[in-house]
């Protein structure tokens, strides 16, 4: 079993791959340090996005990115203030990337 980062701890290495990438990325919300859940949101930059959760995979025992929501982009960000509203502790990071890079699936990110 992998230890458990803290969620501040990988939303800040997370941003610098990002940053040394040329992928232009913030924090929109800031959540729990320790143990805040993640979302990802990919904006293309052409009033598309792409939400992202961290989900743990029974059949595999390991967390997985998961796409949770895909579309216009004022539907996404609509969506994530509905889960922010339930989870003060979520934190939601945002790519905008018209190529739609988001690293998740690298090694180090993608569990």
Known sequence: MQPQLTSDFWVQAYLT??????????????GDGTAGSVMVKLAT???QATLYQRLFDLMEDRRRWAVLAQGDEA?????ISRERSR????WVIEIED???R???DEDGLNG
């Open 17 to 30: 791959r990002l940053r040394l990438a040329g992928i232009p990325a913030y924090v929109v919300a800031r």
């Open 45 to 47: 930059l052409d009033g």
């Open 75 to 79: 539907q996404i960000d609509a969506q």
């Open 87 to 90: 989870d003060r502790d979520l």
């Open 98 to 100: 018209r190529a739609g």
């Open 102 to 104: 988001h690293l998740l």
